[in-house]
């Protein structure tokens, strides 16, 4: 069974399944969902991850709801079905597809909103399923665009985890590398970790080995000894959010990695959907940063190395500047140096 063809996310039953992404790679299981809260939470609690999965999980989140409310009276279904969009909408602050794909249900439900509740319902489950499936139709384009940038024996850096369980198939970041290996080039990855929750080591090296591409385990502070000593030839990663000036918000420890690219005359390209573009947002600044649990940084799991009682930070991403950005790889082509006024001409502003 290879990564690109597991189900990042399933429906089921009438349910939604998703990977608990906790367990991996030591376990492989699936998490059933049935209500915007259980989707919110598993979102929150990171059984699902990546901003274009984030997005998928949060329409179908959406749709569980009105599955749920098709039975209420039509103001008892509205009242009821907004407030699960809003739950959904504070499980996470950085991702823009979570965002994105609310705003994208909230147009079909208003665009039916009269019909009877049980329509609604029907209709709102058929614009998930179409968000999924777009979404990996994306993903193979982008991945298209990403793998010409390639060339044969390069040795790719990427950082966390972007690939098929990140998204809802195929991946941003891996799906560059997926593409290049399926066009006959010759390319390895080096995966770094990345520290506190290790989606690098455990979900990127997880797909790359199984699907036989060569890939290295390097931890994070590893990266600039490899870059000097000329063993990386490129970098690729994914984005939960760009700004509008080509800032890229990224997991944590992105930023390190492109000024070390930047120092070594390394290109560095991120994969994105237009989806995670945001135009109402002037530049990185402005991105929010999500904090998380102390504990995922004191140690792992139920294992803590930490002296107890130090202060602890846990921001989940950084911002890394346009400048420091070779390339944003998208379904549209890649865009080099992004600045404000090529992000405006892509979206025809």
């Known amino acids: 069974m290879t990564a690109s063809k597991v189900e990042t996310l399933r429906w089921r039953n009438n349910q939604l399944e998703m990977i608990d992404q906790r367990v991996l790679p030591a376990a492989f299981k699936y998490i059933a969902y049935d209500s915007a809260q259980s989707v919110a939470t598993g979102i929150r609690d990171m059984v699902v991850r ?17 599955i749920q409310l098709s039975r209420q009276r039509l103001q008892d279904f509205s009242t009821n079905l907004t407030k699960g969009i ?10 823009v597809n979570l965002f994105w794909a609310l705003e994208r249900m909230k147009k079909k439900w208003q665009s039916i909103e009269t019909e009877m509740p049980n329509t609604i319902a029907d209709e709102l489950l058929n614009e998930a399923h179409a968000i999924m499936n777009e979404d990996i139709a994306i993903n193979r384009t982008m991945g298209a665009y990403g793998a010409e940038l390639l060339k044969e024996g390069d040795r790719v850096l990427t950082h966390c985890n972007a690939g098929a369980l990140a998204t809802a198939g195929h991946g941003t970041a891996l799906g560059v590398f997926r593409s290049a290996v399926e066009a006959g080039k010759n390319i390895s990855v080096i995966a770094d970790e990345p520290r506190p929750f290790l989606q690098g080591a455990r979900l990127t090296a997880w ?9 290295t385990l390097i931890s994070d502070n590893m990266a600039g000894f490899m870059m000097n000593t000329g063993e990386i030839d490129a970098v690729v990663v994914g984005t939960d959010r760009v700004a509008a000036n080509g800032d890229v918000a990224n997991k944590i420890g992105t930023y390190m990695v492109a000024v070390l690219a930047s120092r070594h005359n ?15 947002i002037n530049d990185g600044k402005a991105i929010p ?5 102390v504990d995922e940084v004191k140690g792992f799991r139920d294992y803590h190395w930490a002296a107890e009682g130090v202060s602890i ?5 950084d911002v890394t500047p346009a400048e420091l950005v070779t390339g944003l790889i998208t379904e549209q082509g890649v865009i080099k140096s992004p600045d404000k006024s090529k992000l405006v001409a892509l979206f025809d502003l």
């Not at 797909?207 to 890939?215: G, T, Y």
């Open 50 to 66: 990546g901003a274009p999965a984030i997005g998928v999980a949060a329409a179908y989140g959406v749709a569980l709801e009105a």
């Open 86 to 95: 809003e739950t959904l909408a504070q499980s996470r602050p950085t991702a």
């Open 207 to 215: 797909e790359m080995v199984q699907e036989n591409i060569p890939v």
């Open 266 to 280: 390394i290109p560095f390209y991120v994969a994105c959907p237009l989806s995670t573009i945001d135009m109402s």
């Open 289 to 293: 940063i999500e904090e998380r649990p």
């Open 313 to 317: 930070r846990n921001p989940a991403f």
